[in-house]
Every structure is written in C-alpha cells, then in structure tokens.
C-alpha cells in the first residue's frame, strides 16, 4: 500500500486531500510553490503521530503548517512530493483556567479567535500582528512571533508556559505544565519555540494570559527626523515605565504607499514629516490614570521639542484608525508594486544611525531607491521594506546585493538578520555566512540529534551539507 492510500485511510477524504491544493504549497510572497503529495489534515494529536510515523517509515518529508503567513518561506514544502500537514482542524481553546492567568490550546487554534474568547473573562492574550485573524498558535510558536506588544510582554517563547511536541519518529513530549517556574534540566519548551517546525510539530500548548486593561491611552505623535524618533522614544520609555505597552514607528514614505493605495485610509493630523510614533500606555488596575499619565508626559515631549504635532485618541475609533496606518504599511508597498522586505534587528540605541548610514550605502547602489523603514521602537525591530526607483519595475540584478548589505550591517551592529520572521528557507545562506560556524554547527547537531532522518520541514534553519553559497 502507498503512503498516500495509508493516509487516506488513516484520515479519511476530509483528513487527507491530494487536490485544491494551491493555497496551502505557496507562500504569501509566492517565493515557493511545489506541489505537494498531498495535505494530511489531522484532528488530534494521535493522528498526527501517525502521520509522522508513516511518513518516516516512507521516507517522506513533512512540511508543518499554521495558517501559512510565513515571509521566509518556512511553511511550504521545499520540494515536490512531501507531506503539507496543516493543524487548522485542532483548533481547540479549553476552558479558561482564570486563577491561574492560563489557557490550553490548540496548535490550530488561530489568534483572533483566541482573543474573542478571552474578551468575556476580563483576560487577554498579548500577542498582537497584522496577521492575527489568520496565523495560528502552533505558527506563532514555532516562529516565535514578537509583534506590537513585545516591548512589556516578550515574544512567543516568553508567553509559551507548557508544550506538547510529536517528535520526528512518531513520539509525543507531554511538556504541558502551567508554571513559569521550571528548572529540570534543558529548557525544551523554547527549544521549540522558534524551531520552525523542524525539529517537531506543537500540537498543543498551555499559554501564560494576563489581567484585561482597565485603563487605555494612545496617541499618535510626528517628529522632525530620525534622531528626533529617537529622542522622543527614550523619554517615552523613561517616563511611561511599565505601563509602556506599544512603542511603534513609521516613515512618511510608508504613510504616503498606504494612503495611495487603501480605500477608506485617512491620516488625522495636520502635520506631514519624516517619521510618526504610535505609542499606547494601558494598565488593568483602577488605581492609575494612564490617559493623565501620557498626556502629562506628551505635555513635556511637545515642551521639549521632541515632537511637532499628535493627538492622543478619544475613543476606541480613533485609536483604531492610529493603529491601522502602523498596520497597513506593509500592505500599501505591497500594493505599489514589487518589494523586498527585510525583518531585522538592531540595539535601540542605534535604530537611527542604522537607518541614515543604510539609505546612503543603498542609494549609492541604486539611486532613486524608495526605503520604507517601520517597526517597533521599543525593541530596536525594524521591518526595512525596499521598493525599486520610480519608473523602475525591478530591481535588475541587485536584489542580493542589497538584501546582503542590509543584513551584514544589522549583524555588524550587534543586531540580527531575523527579528521575529525566522529564518524559513530563504535566509539560509545569510546566516551561514554572518553567523559564525559555531553557532551554525550547534544548530545542525541539534537538528541531526533529533531528527535524524530529517523528515521534519528539511531545507529549514539548516541544511545538513553545511554551508550554502557565499553572499554577493
């Protein structure tokens, strides 16, 4: 009997499908696009142990996958003919475990949904992206997701209390335990987060939630330049404390790509300039102020010179139209046209200097290049989103000239080429060549430690051959 008919078998026409299968093998950049065996739809953790044992036995890859909104490539399969197993079918939240700030999930379950059920429990779940309504929890796991909210809460790893894991052979790692506080031994749990599916599959996890705010402020604020962006966010962080929940940025040649091109986009303020903060304050005790708190600050920031216009929201509505114009920056230069995004990360403190020495070593390279910087100020992320010169429809033959430029210079700065996408398959070759072969080598010996016939998600974080070629 083949694999495919084992899985039919297994999984039945609803578990297992070898047509339609277009949405699940191609990314969301389409850098990737091979046709799968077919698309193994478990309901359970048994079955997906199953599946693994099966696919081992056969020697046939798998390629895990959430709701698929990788931007490396790392959700797809890297060749024809392997196994897509997508969680979306466990998508279970089990009841909220409300003393203990915890709640049980499924790897399918995806965020938004998460985010609804917690919204009747006075609770919330801080992990915030643009891609919530579709990514799911195993996804955000195995990338280890960071988001707007990273700044107070951490990343993916830091919110990951428990884990449950079916190894490359088939095995189950019951690591489902509800403390914080776990020092026996290696710390497997974040050996997965970030792990990209390559070392095993998460099926469920137990994640840490958090007092539902009471009290929120947000305000929407311009600065002159960069320097001044930075300026403004150091006091923002001083002054604001932990109630600092978001510390957001843009550029105006982002807000003038989403205003082009979204419908119904408005910008509030009377002020256009070189750069914007977003910066939210919430805390869940009725005791403090914080919209009395921000605004006091924002009365300093503004007497200080620190910033030329803002306005704090009035209500839900307006903070919603703030929040959309940080989100939608990715979307308006998709929209323009051809692009290349990069997901890096320096030390906060040199987020400015990054950002004026790289668009002078770019626009000597292609004069007239459109640089689309925003990010997370809080913690030094930058998403630096490249768009070719006006008139230009590409970006000829120095799409890795560029990319390798930007990534060295994170590096070389004491950054990284992957803030919070991963590394997926496209990013391979930079990361053995600007990481050193130690670091690299220790990836690969845990890779080959645990899954030995590399089945799981090949091609990913590490090759087994070493290092790729050698950068432009």
């Known amino acids: 009997m083949t694999l495919a008919n084992e899985l039919m078998d297994l999984l039945g026409p609803v578990g297992f499908q070898t047509e339609d299968t277009d949405a699940y093998q191609t990314d969301w950049l389409r850098m990737q696009d091979h046709t799968p065996m077919g698309v193994a739809r478990p309901k359970n953790t048994a ?16 390629t895990p996958q959430g709701g698929n909104t990788s931007l490396c490539a790392g959700a797809v399969p890297g060749r024809a003919g392997q196994i897509i197993l997508s969680l979306s079918r466990m998508n279970g939240i089990s009841p909220i475990e409300s003393d203990a700030f915890c709640v049980t999930v499924g790897a399918g379950a995806v965020l938004a949904n998460l985010h609804e059920v917690l919204a009747d429990q006075d609770l919330i779940f801080p992990m915030h992206l643009g891609a919530e309504g579709t990514a799911q929890i195993g996804g955000l796991i195995a990338t280890n997701a960071g988001g707007s909210h990273a700044l107070r809460y951490g990343m993916m790893q830091d919110l990951v209390l428990g884990l449950e894991v079916v190894l490359p052979d088939g095995q189950v790692w019951n690591g489902m335990r509800s403390v914080q506080k776990d020092n026996a031994g290696y710390q497997l749990r974040k050996l997965f987060c970030g792990a990209e599916g390559t070392l095993g599959i998460v099926t469920r996890a137990c994640l840490r939630l958090f007092p539902a705010p009471v009290s929120r402020a947000t305000a929407l604020l311009v600065v002159e330049d960069i320097q001044a962006l930075m300026s403004l966010g150091q006091t923002l962080r001083r002054e ?65 010179e620190l910033c030329i216009d803002g306005a704090l929201a009035s209500s839900d509505a307006q903070r919603a139209v703030f929040w959309r114009l940080r989100e939608e920056m990715p979307e308006g230069q998709r929209l323009e046209g051809p692009q290349i995004k990069h997901d890096i990360s320096v030390p906060v403190a ?13 626009e000597q390279l292609l004069p007239g290049i459109h640089i689309n910087p925003f990010g997370h100020l809080g913690d030094g992320n930058i998403h630096y989103n490249l768009s070719p010169p006006k008139g ?18 994170a590096e070389d700065a004491g950054g990284s080429l992957a803030a919070e996408h991963g590394l997926g398959s496209s990013k391979i070759a930079y990361a053995d060549e600007l990481r050193s072969p130690v670091e690299r080598q220790l990836m690969r010996q845990i890779k080959q430690a645990i899954d030995q016939s590399d089945v799981m998600n090949p091609g990913v974080i590490v090759t087994r051959g070493g290092p790729q070629d050698k950068l432009s």
Not at 47 to 62: F, K
């Open 47 to 62: 079955e997906v142990a199953e599946v693994v044992r099966l696919a081992n036995a056969a020697d046939v890859s798998i």
């Open 240 to 304: 604001l404390g932990e109630v600092l929940t978001a510390l957001e940025f843009f550029s105006d040649i982002g807000l003038e790509l989403a205003l082009l091109h979204l419908e119904g986009l408005k910008y509030p303020l009377e002020t256009r300039s070189a750069a914007y903060v977003l910066v939210e304050v919430e805390t869940s005790s009725g005791h403090i102020d914080v919209a009395q708190l921000l605004e006091a600050v924002l009365a300093e920031c503004f007497a200080a």
């Open 350 to 362: 040199k987020v400015a200097p990054f950002i004026a020495e790289m668009g002078g070593i770019l």
């Open 392 to 409: 230009q429809s590409d970006f000829g033959d120095l799409k890795d000239t560029l990319s390798a430029n930007i990534y060295r210079m």
